[in-house]
């Protein structure tokens, strides 16, 4: 292929590349042609880590009393190696003066990684006499919480006002 011959061609198989959506022929030429090309390696690495900037988890913060709500800003998956994980861990890590509650909304999916962390955010709220409860999780992610039965450890709401009130009481 004539990668060098059409500079939006080029982008537009970056981006298949960088998304797994390119077929075995096509991979294995791009591949081959960017591990031997210097120019063309610098604009793939460049791609990656812009792509990955800008796919970082962000994390909205809001106070009502001393509760810190924390939700996500777009779509996230609580897993292995992912910006929300990072950003998650990041968030609630931070807080040591009130209590957390993480709005699920936007995550699509949590592995085994992500429990984990829910579970060692659990315990540095705990450690700080502090507590941490869940708002908010789809079908799959509540489904995941029950057959872990990690939803008998940490309390999950899907009322805010109610999950806020929760806090009070407790």
């Given at each position: 292929m004539p ?8 982008e ?10 390119l077929?075995?022929?096509?991979t294995?030429?791009f ?5 031997t ?5 610098e ?10 900037g800008?796919?970082?988890?962000r ?21 292995r190696?992912s ?6 861990s990041q968030?609630v890590?931070?807080?040591?003066d009130?209590?957390?509650?993480i ?11 992500g ?5 060692s ?11 941490f409860?869940l ?14 039965k ?19 009481q407790?």
């Amino acid at each position: 292929m004539p990668f060098h011959d059409d500079p939006l061609l080029r982008e537009e198989l970056i981006v298949k590349y960088l998304q797994r959506r390119l077929d075995a022929a096509t991979t294995e030429a791009f591949e081959s042609h960017y591990l031997t090309c210097e120019e063309c390696f610098e604009e793939l690495r460049v791609s990656q880590l812009l792509t990955e900037g800008l796919s970082q988890g962000r994390i909205d913060r809001r106070h009502s009393g001393q509760v810190t709500v924390l939700q996500f800003t777009g779509p996230v998956q609580l897993t292995r190696r992912s910006a929300g994980l990072t950003a998650l861990s990041q968030s609630v890590l931070e807080q040591k003066d009130s209590n957390v509650l993480i709005d699920l909304n936007r995550v699509s999916r949590i592995d085994s990684a992500g429990l984990g962390l829910l579970m060692s955010c659990y315990s540095h709220a705990v450690r700080n006499r502090r507590a941490f409860k869940l708002l908010n999780p789809n079908r799959d992610v509540r489904e995941l919480l029950r057959f872990t039965k990690i939803d008998g450890v940490l309390e999950t709401y899907d009322n805010e006002q109610e999950a806020l009130r929760s806090f009070a009481q407790g």
